[in-house]
């Protein structure tokens, strides 16, 4: 199985869940998205939180991605105002070849990880991919052997079905 992990990561959390996932799995491609947005220093937080509220996008690198030759695609994202950034949105919005894909997501967070789920959900059958399941990784547990086999096989068995 091909898998394509796409993440955001502003602290590191996002991208060390993303390695690790990459690091046990076979035949995987580790893809980091950055938003390339300017902002002032203080109001950069403020002004990603009410992106992510309102379900922004935002300017990204890489500006698109061709996804044809995946088999699952894994999403990841922190959780900004209770839902995921406008980054990994606008990865989403431009993926080539995703239709009738397999995907998952999940985000790292300080707490709850608010509408995330659904907010995932929606833009994934949005692009015609199939929603196959989501998980959250508080931000205390990403070092945690356990917590990451679960996630592991969360991803493994999100995969498509063999006949």
Request: hydrophobic share 45%; aromatic share 10%.
């Given at each position: 199985?091909?898998?394509?992990i ?8 996002t991208?060390h869940?993303?390695q690790h996932i ?7 491609r580790?893809v ?6 300017r902002?002032?220093?203080?109001t950069r937080?403020?002004m ?15 500006s698109?991605?061709d996804?044809?030759?995946y ?6 994202s922190?959780?900004w105002a209770?839902?995921p ?9 431009v993926?080539d070849?995703?239709?009738k894909k397999r ?5 790292t967070?300080g ?5 995330s789920?659904e ?8 692009r015609g991919m199939?929603?196959a399941?989501?998980?959250?990784v508080n ?18 068995a999100?995969?498509p079905k063999?006949?």
């Open positions: 199985m091909k898998i394509c796409i993440y955001h990561s502003e602290t590191g959390n991208r869940i993303a990459a690091s046990v799995t076979t035949d995987s580790l980091e998205v950055t938003d390339r947005k902002y002032f220093a203080l937080f403020l990603q939180c009410n992106a992510a509220r309102s379900e922004g996008k935002t300017e990204i690198e890489p698109h991605l996804v044809r030759e088999d699952l695609l894994v999403f990841g922190p959780v209770f839902k950034t406008p980054a990994i949105h606008t990865m989403i919005d993926l070849n995703c239709g995907a998952v997501a999940f985000v967070c707490g709850r990880p608010g509408q789920e907010i995932f959900r929606k833009w994934i059958e949005g199939i929603f399941g989501f998980i959250a931000q205390k547990d990403i070092e945690d052997d356990s917590v990451n086999a679960d996630l592991v096989a969360f991803v493994n999100a995969g063999l006949e």
